[in-house]
């Protein structure tokens, strides 16, 4: 291959590498490249990967590869090695192992002439031959990994045969499953250093090497983007987001009152994020010799000018002194014993941690029914859940005048979501919902849930669909309406109701709403990220793309080039660039 042509394949490509399997290392390539194809880029998605799961994760129908050749004595051009999937899309060598003779030689100049960006699913772990030997003709490599110790240690392994490859391979760092900060004391951004208190001195990844990662997404669980939710269950979506919309209150409520601790910006998070995640004893100072237990086993295994320097970023001065605390100083232990003595004497701070742990138990409890793992007739959690939150809203209403404008609008959504669990229960309403989602016929005869067509919709215009959508749309809003008519009245829930400008009750804001409600509920479960509008893992998904966008200064190689097909406008777009209208609170 010429040098030209290499270094224009290299400014087109994006290495999706991992060093273990599990992490989800092909969901994050597919969604990447379907994000990309959204903003109208052409993307090849080039299955690298023995063990893929893209076909998968689409749902292809059976046989739908069939026409793709495979094999290294296989012969044809360039479109006889690619399935397309959508007007921007393509899967590239979609037979696993089919790219390795063809990629760089045969058809380099054909990728091209034809793409925009060409993203590899890589296979997992660190083999030169299947793997490694790719990035020396490679852009860039996105490192995907999860916020835990093994895969931690995986990726840094995996880090340290790249960089003796490829010295100057510019490294982003793509974490799923995240958290800010691990309950003993692992810090789950810090990739490299984690590896490198594993490891002999002369294996460990050096400063300037460290210097060339960029954490580009942090992408926490969330159980409507779980593959292993195969049917249809609002429970699943709704619970979900009620628990982010009370974590997001929870951790306001405690950053507000950590404001006035003489702390830098990271370490107040990381006691946000432990204070959030904690029950307070009685014992203040004990809370507070706790605390400080934590942050001091995020310091383990780090170097001496690292802990001087978060000392120095907690109190401004350099360390805790005199202070019987290993990190924090007596001014900042004084400090955050005050704060959580109040948080302990806070009636609303310890509902929001009970409600939490409800919701958590509901989610893993009806995630473990629909595999099987628990019998059918244990307890009912939405039940529970039901009658723990309108409480919870209760003490929010009756503190919203005090709220933070986010935390009252967040209660105001909560008590649109509990309303609609309700009204997705109703068997009439259930049977709706399940008209929106496609169904085939396996090879056995089978029914089962048609996801390739689901994602499909999400993609491109079905006006059948579109229109079937939004008269689902029109026939449960009354009952959801009336239902939060019905929990106001009950529990005095005035102040969270949405209103306008002029104190009526704001009907759009509802209409939104349920309209988005309804898109994540009916597209739950198909493992991409545009199947959701507005929640905490589908965003951190989006700006991860931006950020990727951003690193490679990246922009359409032909710009204001149509597509190879006509460009389609999915009704699910339309809906999501609607945005949703909040109260006039």
């Known amino acids: 291959m010429d040098a030209d042509l290499l270094r224009e394949l290299r400014q087109r490509s994006i290495a999706i590498g991992s060093g ?76 696993p192992g089919s790219a390795k003779d063809k990629l760089f030689a045969r058809f380099a100049r054909d990728l091209v002439g034809v793409y925009d960006l060409l993203i590899y699913d890589m ?35 995996y880090l340290r045969s790249v960089f003796e490859i490829v010295p100057d391979l510019p490294v982003m760092i793509w974490h799923n499953r995240y958290q800010p900060a691990g309950e003993s004391g692992f810090d789950p951004r810090a990739v490299a250093a984690n590896y490198n208190r594993y490891v002999e001195p002369e294996l460990q990844i050096t400063r300037d090497e460290q210097a060339r990662l960029r954490n580009v997404a942090f992408v926490p669980s969330d159980p409507a983007l779980n593959l292993l939710q195969t ?12 628990r982010e919309l009370f974590s997001l209150i929870l951790d306001q409520q405690v950053r507000d009152r950590l404001s006035l601790v003489p702390a830098g910006a990271r370490s107040r998070d990381l006691i946000a994020y432990y204070v959030s995640r904690n029950a307070i004893p009685d014992d203040t100072t004990r809370a507070v010799q706790d605390l400080d237990s934590f942050l001091l086993g995020l310091l383990r295994g780090s170097t001496r000018e690292a802990v001087r320097s978060l000392l120095a970023g907690l109190d401004g001065k350099g360390g805790a002194g005199d202070s019987p605390y290993r990190i924090l100083s007596e001014p900042q232990a004084r400090a955050v014993g005050t704060v959580l003595d109040a948080l302990r004497r806070s009636e609303l701070h310890q509902e929001l941690l009970r409600v939490l742990r409800i919701l958590d138990e509901a989610i893993t409890a009806i995630v473990e029914r629909s595999r099987g793992f628990l019998p059918a007739g244990s307890l009912d959690h939405s039940r529970i859940v039901r009658g723990a939150v309108p409480r919870l809203l209760r003490l929010l209403a009756q503190e919203a005048d005090h709220l933070p404008a986010f935390s009252r609008n967040a209660a105001s959504v909560a008590l649109f979501l509990i309303a609609a669990e309700k009204e997705f229960e109703d068997p009439e309403t259930r049977t709706l919902l399940l008209r929106l989602v496609p169904e085939r016929r396996t090879s056995r005869g089978e029914s089962r849930r048609d996801r390739y067509r689901q994602i499909l919709r999400l993609l491109s215009r079905d006006n059948h669909y579109h229109t079937l959508f939004f008269q689902v749309v029109k026939a449960i809003f009354p009952g959801i309406t009336r239902r939060i008519s019905s929990l106001n009245q009950q529990f005095s829930l005035g102040p969270l109701l949405l209103r306008d400008d002029q104190g009526a009750i704001n009907a759009p804001a509802y209409v939104k709403l349920s309209t988005h409600l309804l898109h994540d509920t009916v597209n739950a479960g198909l493992g991409v ?25 990246q922009v359409p190689a032909r710009p204001g080039a149509g597509p190879r097909r006509e460009e389609k406008i999915s009704p699910a777009a339309a ?3 609607a945005g949703i209208s909040s109260a006039g609170n």
Not at 124 to 153: C, D, K, Q, R
Not at 231 to 242: C, F, H, R
């Open 575 to 577: 809906v999501a660039s």
């Open 20 to 95: 273990k399997g599990g992490v989800g290392k092909s969901t994050t390539a597919l969604n990447i490249a379907l994000l990309l194809a959204r903003k109208q880029f052409r993307v090849g998605l080039v299955d690298l990967d023995p063990l893929s799961n893209v076909a998968v994760i689409l749902d292809l129908p059976e046989g739908a590869l069939a026409p793709v050749l495979s094999g290294h004595d296989a012969r044809g051009n360039l479109d006889s090695f690619v399935f397309s999937y959508t007007e921007y899309l393509d899967l590239v060598f979609p037979h």
């Open 123 to 157: 296979p997992a772990g660190i083999s030169v031959e299947e793997n490694l030997g790719f990035l020396p003709s490679t852009g860039s490599l996105l490192l995907v990994t999860n916020a835990e110790p093994t895969a931690h240690v995986s990726a840094g392994g």
């Open 231 to 242: 049917e249809l269950d609002p429970a699943v979506t709704i619970l979900g987001k009620l």
């Open 529 to 553: 990220s545009i199947s959701a509008t507005y929640n905490a893992a589908s965003q951190a998904i989006r700006r991860g793309v931006e950020e990727i966008l951003q690193a490679r200064g």
